[in-house]
């Protein structure tokens, strides 16, 4: 992977896109660092296909700055080769076949032609679509179209992929085959992943955002975004809550307890050297000493929590 | 504008345009009722041939109190006169002759004597495939090339390919496939019509056929030229298939009232204005491809090029700045 300036393989700053009265972005930032696998996640209409538009150049921006591998924002010249992305919602040409398809993606693309046969026959390999290399795409299920979407992306050695929604139609065996796939590429090549799928992000990404109403609410390493590196939850069965003895054992963390959901919150955000495994078991020991019954032990929230968090999105903006 | 390898990706870009084409059925089938009409109108022709000596013939065999010159009678001399058919076929020869309404139609058509002589020597079915290809080869056209780039736009399918190469390659790709389309097209339009005359004409002779269709088809090619380029101009700036075929259609129509302009009001004070515009118009040089020599050809060919060269660049100007 080639250096990016700043460390990002995509920035975005202040970035406002409309379509007609309807506000898509309101002065977006966003900024993805370089060999990550970064998360997308929002409502409907938050505009993370915008976002994924712009970002690869299919819309311009009207306004802020967009700036992809460093070099400004998306320049057939400078970022051929350089970028791929599996569009939402976008049809390959019906009437050759996939091998053919690909071939033609893969030469444009860059790869050469003496390479060519060997690179298809790899994507084929990596969609398990080996053996519909010959058939025509009008003849492919959606969830088939949708591998060959995801193979196309990965033609090439590009620096920077945009997914939209890449699991999508996807029966699970398969769309464990592909998460994982794109969980190998961390480090590699720098992924941004747009999805629903809310433990899709959590396990296949490192870095997420979550946009609402055209702007970024929230970004970080998941695990800081869900607290998993600074928070443990505790909940408890009917019984003793020794919640006093939890706090005696852990001076330094903030000890909270919510009656409704017998949930003990221990949060240790900040302190250096503290690490989650030390807190769990500390508590924990002081929990089963106290002959309290434990219904179940987590750190941090989950990022569908996170997400239900966010107030609920109201259709997108008018002016 | 254009990316390290412009030709190699208008290469591919076309290639994969053609090999789409050969696969589609709509464009297979456009293609095939091109073929079928243009077989269809040559064989009409040959018919109203047929029809036409009918009609010559009935007042010489009045004048001379006989039939008719029969089965190897006398025939005319180093000339396209009028000759009698070996057979009950009509001959290609007839179309010449001092009262066929051929004749008066290609007088409708070029305007000096010179052009008539060059004409009246070719081989009558290579002058109806050049008057017919004229006539319908910006209809096709407008049919099957406008919608190429549109459809990319309606199914998003541009998007698997705007992150891969430039929107000019991408967009001279597609023209270059459909411009070698057209000419594939129209050389077996050609042919075909040649096949259906020697069929039905007696004294039909493939070589001279040949070699005047091979004069012709190139200037069918190039006059084909601005069609693709408006083509593609409203191809490129239309979000379906349907609507940038409609506005390609519309886009004919203006061109030829562009052309009629002048003559229409050629008493106006705008009538200089209507002359400029005229220009613009592939219309206004389809008389000068009639001619005779090359170099009387040329001007004409280069300025349909260049027209069609336009169209593209000014659809390419707006095209680089839309939303894809």
Same mark, same amino acid.
């Given at each position: 992977m080639s250096a990016t300036n700043g460390g990002s393989a995509l920035s975005l700053r202040g970035v406002g896109k409309r379509y007609g009265r309807i506000r898509a972005l309101d002065g977006l930032d966003l900024e993805v660092p370089a060999g990550s696998v970064f998360g997308l996640v929002g409502p409907n209409g938050a505009g993370k296909t915008t976002t994924f538009a712009i970002a690869c150049g299919y819309l311009r921006a009207d306004t802020g700055t967009v700036s992809l591998l460093g070099a400004g924002p998306f320049d057939a010249e400078q970022h051929r080769g350089r970028i791929t992305a599996l569009p939402q919602d976008a049809a390959l040409?019906?009437?050759?076949?996939v091998a053919e398809t690909l071939t033609y993606l893969g030469r444009l693309q860059g790869v050469p032609s003496r390479e060519i046969r060997a690179e298809v026959r790899r994507i084929l390999q990596l969609v398990d679509l080996t053996d519909r290399a010959g058939d025509r795409t009008r003849t492919l299920s959606h969830g088939m179209l949708r591998r060959v979407g995801i193979g196309q992306a990965f033609l090439g050695d590009p620096e920077l992929v945009l997914l939209d929604e890449p699991t999508n139609g996807l029966d699970p065996r398969q769309a464990h085959s592909i998460r994982e796939f794109i969980a190998a590429q961390r480090g590699t090549r720098t992924i941004i992943v747009s999805s629903h799928n809310l433990h899709e992000i959590e396990t296949v990404c490192d870095h997420v955002a979550l946009i609402d109403r055209g702007r970024v609410v929230m970004a970080g390493p998941v695990s800081a975004v869900t607290g998993r590196n600074d928070e443990v939850r505790i909940t408890l069965g009917a019984g003793p809550v020794p919640l006093t003895e939890i706090r005696a054992a852990l001076p330094d963390d903030q000890v909270t307890w919510d009656e409704n959901t017998r949930l003990i919150k221990i949060s240790f955000l900040g302190r250096p050297g503290r690490e989650a495994e030390d807190v769990t078991s500390a508590a924990l020991r002081v929990v089963l000493g106290a002959g309290a019954r434990i219904s179940t032990v987590t750190r941090g929230e989950s990022l569908e929590s996170k997400y239900l968090e966010m107030p609920s999105t109201p259709p997108p903006l008018r002016r | 504008m254009f990316g390290p390898t412009p030709c190699r990706d208008i290469g591919l870009v076309a290639g994969f345009e053609l090999r789409e084409m050969r696969r589609s059925r709509r464009a297979l089938a456009v293609v095939a009722l091109y073929l079928m009409v243009a077989a269809f109108l040559a064989f009409v022709f040959v018919r109203v041939l047929e029809q036409a000596q009918t009609v010559v013939n009935n007042p010489v065999a009045l004048m001379t109190g006989t039939n008719g010159p029969g089965p190897g009678g006398p025939r005319g001399r180093g000339g396209p006169v009028f000759a009698p058919s070996p057979a009950d076929k009509p001959s290609q020869g007839l179309l010449f002759s001092r009262r066929s309404p051929f004749r008066a139609v290609l007088r409708n058509q070029v305007s000096d004597d010179a052009t008539m002589d060059f004409l009246v020597v070719q081989p009558p079915i290579s002058l109806y495939y050049l008057l017919t290809s004229f006539m319908f080869v910006p209809f096709l056209i407008m049919i099957t090339a406008a919608e190429t780039v549109a459809q990319e736009h309606q199914t998003r399918g541009v998007r698997f390919v705007a992150m891969r190469t430039g929107r000019a390659e991408f967009v001279l790709g597609k023209v270059l496939g459909q411009g070698l389309l057209v000419a594939l097209v129209t050389l077996l339009a050609g042919l075909m019509c040649l096949a259906i005359a020697a069929w039905n004409l007696?004294?039909?002779? /493939?070589g001279p056929a040949l070699s005047s269709l091979l004069l012709f088809w190139p200037r069918v090619v190039v006059y084909a030229v601005p069609f693709v380029g408006l083509a593609s101009l409203c191809s490129m700036n239309t979000s379906s298939a349907m609507s940038a075929r409609a506005s390609a259609l519309l886009g004919l129509g203006a061109l030829w009232l562009t052309h009629q302009a002048p003559a229409l009001y050629a008493d106006s004070s705008l009538a200089p204005v209507f002359n400029a515009l005229d220009y613009l118009s592939p219309y206004a040089y389809q008389d000068e491809l /009639?001619?005779?020599?090359w170099n009387e050809v040329g001007t004409p060919m280069l300025l349909l090029v260049w027209l069609g060269v336009v169209y593209v660049g000014v659809g390419l100007f707006f095209y680089r700045r839309r939303d894809l």
């Open positions: 040409g019906r009437d050759l076949t | 007696a004294d039909f002779a /493939w /009639w001619r005779p020599l």
